[in-house]
């Protein structure tokens, strides 16, 4: 089984600013997947970004990164130039390849409070 | 894109009676889905795997003869709540993916289950 641990309940941040959220994760398996969701108040889960275990390489999208430690287990989500509308939850998540794909682990959650 | 639908969005039922919530991959075949159930600011845990054509795979502690999950065809999986109770009320989502690992993971926008 695998367990993901998302340390920080609560975060806040001021427009424009960086915020980096923190994750670990703990599994045995060697194909793997790891995600981070934003769910806004409409409790929508929304996709920001997806990291594959075998590539080293951390994933961007936009204003958005991971530094992705495998050997530390550690997964971290960087937000660039917050906006207002970033405000949200947030959670790291993780699933295995193969047969059991898309069965999704989730950590805790961190919500994401971006001031003006 | 891909998109997942779940229906009904809002429901009210009375304590004892059931309640079924629908999941619906609109536009790829899944042989495969998954609900999870989120109580209010906490993370999202997985209740069952929904196979096609099969029996759903129910975690540890979730009662199988109260969540009942169907999964009669390709494009869509059921869950009914038997005899509700107020502590059932919760936010119930559903996720999906087309076939084959690595591909993106869909949520349906969740529904909000009140028993009274």
């Known amino acids: 089984a695998q367990t993901v641990t998302q340390s920080q309940p609560e975060m806040s941040v001021q427009e424009a600013e960086t915020v980096t959220l923190s994750c670990t994760y703990d599994t045995s398996e060697s194909n793997y997947y790891l995600f981070w969701y934003k769910q806004p108040p409409s409790r929508q889960m929304i996709l920001v970004i997806r990291?594959?275990?075998?590539?080293?390489q951390n994933a961007t999208e936009n204003r958005f990164s991971v530094n992705f430690q495998k050997a530390a287990k550690s997964f971290s989500l960087k937000i660039s130039d917050s906006q207002l509308g970033d405000t949200a939850m947030y959670f790291c998540a993780f699933v295995p390849g193969g047969t059991s794909y898309g069965k999704l682990t989730f950590g805790q959650g961190t919500i994401l409070t971006v001031h003006p | 894109g891909a998109v997942v639908s779940q229906h009904p969005s809002w429901v009210i039922c009375k304590s004892g009676t059931s309640v079924k919530i629908e999941c619906r991959s609109l536009d790829f075949q899944a042989t495969t889905m998954f609900w999870y159930r989120q109580f209010p600011k906490q993370s999202l845990m997985l209740m069952a795997t929904s196979n096609e054509g099969s029996k759903a795979t129910y975690e540890q502690g979730v009662e199988k003869d109260k969540f009942l999950i169907n999964h009669a065809s390709l494009t869509l999986s059921t869950l009914t709540v038997t005899s509700a109770h107020p502590e059932d009320s919760s936010f119930y989502i559903c996720?999906?993916?087309?076939?084959?690992?690595?591909?993106?993971?869909?949520f349906g926008e969740g529904s909000w289950l009140t028993v009274v």
């Open positions: 990291q594959e275990a075998y590539k080293q």
């Open positions: 996720s999906a993916d087309p076939r084959g690992s690595g591909n993106t993971i869909y």
